[in-house]
Every structure is written in structure tokens, then in C-alpha cells.
């Protein structure tokens, strides 16, 4: 599906029936929606949608649009346009990794939308300055060598042990989704990330059901991350996943999506 809205074509794929309600899904980094293959269909009763952000596009979708200059907060805009085009005024936000800055941000923009938060390998604190350089690294390692560089470099953190001991094909999709990235799309939200404000403060204020996930071999984000989180956000509900990574939906999407039909389930009620 798209929608033009203003100068910009936003993209997203869905599926399901809303007769619970609606739940989006918001990818990671440097991926797009076809890292959500295994959940748009996975939850009875509930539409699920997944927006491609601003230049990211699937292995076989359309070139995308350059992506300007986004913020988080530019990004948390579009998924809003999304929700706008739709006719949803509410939603369960969900994130991973980048998805869950993106969520966040939603929520500092407009918490009345968030029926419930699902916050994956993510986390709340902002870049450190060591974080800080490692994306400086990057943007020079994208201008020189472009997206397979990129998936060279992250493959080996993107994924937990066990994966790329086990599941070969989940590392080859995980390869497709990032090299059909542009060098633009990449940048950008290279850039976003590290400009994106702290949000430390923001979990003391949310009060909607919230669901954490967490790879129990994630280095990007370890799960002390998600515990931390835990602690801030009243009554939210910590899953950690076995042998799964940064990347947990696409290495155990089973347990994922069993997680995440127990938090939706307990909406329903």
C-alpha cells in the first residue's frame, strides 16, 4: 500500500482484520517492513501494518524516494500520516531497534494514539559519545563502500550466535533486505539515530500496557537495556527470547509472535 502525502510517497504492507485493532510494526535498522514477513498475518483479529521509513524499501519493492534530512520525530510524523490514511486514531506502537526510537518518539508526540507499546531490542538512553563515533564510522563506511559494506559490518552484531551458527537463510535475507537499501536511505537514519534525543525521562511518563522483548544473545542492545526499561515503565512485561540477537522477530519470529499474541491477547480482554 502508499499514499502520497504532500511531496512524499509513504509505503507500508498490512494484513489481518481489525476487529481487535490495529497494531504497527516499525522495522529496524538498516532494514524496511519485509523484516515483518512472519507477523503482518500472525495475530487473529488484529490489522497489523508495517510503514517503510523514509528511502527504505524491501528486497523486491520500488526505488524509494530520497530521504532528505529525517528526524526521529519526522519519522514518528509519517507513521502518523499512516495511521491518519488509514482512519486509526489508536494504535498498539510497536519497535525494533530503530522501530523503538521511532516509537518512542511517536509517543512523545502524541501519547493519546498509543493503545499499547511493544519496545523490541531497543533502548531508551541516547548515543554515547563512543555510540557517537561508531555512527561516524559508518556514515564514512557507507559514502566509500555503499550498502554491502554496511551489511559486512553489521551482520556479525545484527544477529545472535546460535543464528549464524544455525539458520544460514536467515543471514542471507537479513544480507537482501540491507544491500536493497540506498547509500541515502542509509545515511539518513544513521544520522537521525545519532541526533535523537534521550528518552529516559519519557518512560517515567507512560502508562499504556507495555510489552518488552528482548534477545537473550543481543549485544547491540543486552538485555540489561530492557530490563532498565522495565523498571521505569509501570507494570510493562519483560520477555527475554533464547538464541535470538539484535534482529529477535526474524530469528525466533515462533516465540516473537507467541510473546507478542499473549501481550494483544490480554488488550483484548
Same mark, same amino acid.
Given at each position: 500500500?502508499?499514499?502520497?502525502?504532500?511531496?512524499?510517497?509513504?509505503?507500508?504492507?498490512?494484513?489481518?482484520?481489525?476487529?481487535?485493532?490495529?497494531?504497527?510494526?516499525?522495522?529496524?535498522?538498516?532494514?524496511?517492513?519485509?523484516?515483518?514477513?512472519?507477523?503482518?498475518? /500472525?495475530?487473529?483479529?488484529?490489522?497489523?501494518?508495517?510503514?517503510?521509513?523514509?528511502?527504505?524499501?524491501?528486497? !523486491?519493492?520500488?526505488?524509494?524516494?530520497?530521504?532528505?534530512?529525517?528526524?526521529?520525530?519526522?519519522?514518528?510524523?509519517?507513521?502518523?500520516?499512516?495511521?491518519?490514511?488509514? *482512519?486509526?486514531?489508536? /494504535?498498539?506502537?510497536?519497535?525494533?531497534?530503530?522501530?523503538?526510537?521511532?516509537?518512542?518518539?511517536?509517543?512523545? @508526540? /502524541?501519547?493519546?494514539?498509543?493503545?499499547?507499546?511493544?519496545?523490541? *531490542?531497543?533502548?531508551?538512553?541516547?548515543?554515547?559519545?563512543?555510540?557517537?563515533?561508531?555512527? @561516524?564510522?559508518?556514515?564514512?563506511?557507507? !559514502?566509500?563502500?555503499?550498502?554491502?559494506?554496511?551489511?559486512?559490518?553489521?551482520?556479525?552484531?545484527?544477529?545472535?550466535?546460535?543464528?549464524?551458527?544455525?539458520?544460514?537463510?536467515?543471514?542471507?535475507?537479513?544480507?537482501?533486505?540491507?544491500?536493497?537499501?540506498?547509500? !541515502?536511505?542509509?545515511?539518513?537514519?544513521?544520522? +537521525?539515530?545519532?541526533?535523537?534525543?534521550?528518552?529516559?525521562?519519557?518512560?517515567?511518563?507512560?502508562?499504556?500496557?507495555?510489552?518488552?522483548?528482548?534477545? *537473550?544473545? *543481543?549485544?547491540?542492545?543486552?538485555?540489561?537495556?530492557?530490563?532498565?526499561?522495565?523498571?521505569?515503565?509501570?507494570?510493562?512485561?519483560?520477555?527475554?527470547?533464547?538464541?535470538?540477537?539484535?534482529?529477535?522477530?526474524?530469528?525466533?519470529? +515462533?516465540?516473537?509472535?507467541?510473546?507478542?499474541?499473549?501481550?494483544?491477547?490480554?488488550?483484548?480482554?
Amino acid at each position: 500500500m502508499q499514499r502520497t502525502i504532500g511531496d512524499r510517497t509513504i509505503r507500508w504492507r498490512e494484513g489481518g482484520e481489525a476487529q481487535r485493532g490495529v497494531l504497527v510494526l516499525i522495522h529496524a535498522f538498516p532494514l524496511s517492513s519485509a523484516m515483518w514477513e512472519s507477523q503482518v498475518d /500472525a495475530f487473529a483479529g488484529w490489522r497489523v501494518v508495517c510503514p517503510d521509513l523514509r528511502g527504505f524499501r524491501g528486497p !523486491d519493492g520500488p526505488a524509494a524516494e530520497h530521504p532528505g534530512d529525517p528526524t526521529m520525530d519526522e519519522y514518528a510524523i509519517d507513521v502518523e500520516h499512516v495511521l491518519d490514511a488509514l *482512519d486509526v486514531p489508536q /494504535a498498539v506502537i510497536g519497535g525494533l531497534s530503530m522501530g523503538g526510537y521511532v516509537t518512542f518518539a511517536l509517543f512523545r @508526540r /502524541a501519547p493519546a494514539r498509543c493503545r499499547g507499546l511493544i519496545l523490541a *531490542d531497543t533502548r531508551a538512553t541516547a548515543d554515547s559519545e563512543e555510540g557517537r563515533q561508531g555512527r @561516524r564510522r559508518m556514515l564514512h563506511l557507507v !559514502d566509500e563502500q555503499g550498502a554491502s559494506a554496511i551489511a559486512d559490518d553489521m551482520l556479525p552484531k545484527l544477529l545472535g550466535a546460535t543464528t549464524r551458527r544455525e539458520q544460514p537463510l536467515v543471514e542471507q535475507q537479513v544480507r537482501r533486505m540491507i544491500e536493497a537499501n540506498s547509500p !541515502d536511505a542509509i545515511r539518513a537514519a544513521v544520522t +537521525a539515530m545519532m541526533t535523537r534525543p534521550d528518552s529516559t525521562t519519557l518512560v517515567g511518563s507512560i502508562r499504556c500496557p507495555t510489552l518488552i522483548v528482548a534477545g *537473550d544473545e *543481543d549485544t547491540l542492545t543486552p538485555v540489561s537495556a530492557s530490563h532498565e526499561m522495565q523498571q521505569g515503565i509501570r507494570g510493562a512485561s519483560l520477555v527475554t527470547l533464547p538464541r535470538a540477537g539484535h534482529l529477535s522477530s526474524l530469528e525466533r519470529p +515462533a516465540e516473537f509472535n507467541a510473546a507478542v499474541g499473549r501481550f494483544l491477547g490480554a488488550l483484548s480482554k
